[in-house]
Nanobody
């Protein structure tokens, strides 16, 4: 089994910054993709940013230029640097990793429990 643990969420004023971290642990052979999703109250979960093992990235249009995703493959960890935060960024942020375990030939999706980000006016 694989477990993802997020950290770095909290309360910040508009215009401020936060850095989220997500570390994957377990019997991991490789990780293809790591990414961040978010879900605000009453809304669907949406992809915020993702990064592949080849370090190509994709971002939600509304966060381009403000958020940066990166990963440390040696530590199986993904980061989301969030700058110029806006109240509309308020949501629970979830980490996802597409992981191949040591004894498995397939890649499977794993999710973290989520971390709350609240941006005040």
């Amino acid at each position: 089994q694989v477990q993802l643990v997020e950290s770095g969420g909290g309360l910040v004023q508009a215009g401020g910054s936060l850095r989220l971290s997500c570390a994957a642990s377990g019997s991991i052979r490789s990780i293809f993709v790591m990414g961040w999703y978010r879900q605000a109250p009453g809304k669907e979960r949406e992809l915020v940013a993702l990064i592949t093992s080849g370090v190509s990235t994709n971002y939600l249009d509304s966060v381009k230029g403000r958020f940066t995703i990166s990963r440390d493959n040696a530590k199986n960890t993904v980061y989301l640097q969030m700058n110029s935060l806006k109240p509309e960024d308020t949501a629970v942020y979830y980490c996802k990793a597409v992981v191949r375990q040591m004894s498995d030939s397939n890649y499977r999706d794993y999710w973290g429990q989520g971390t709350q980000v609240t941006v005040s006016s």
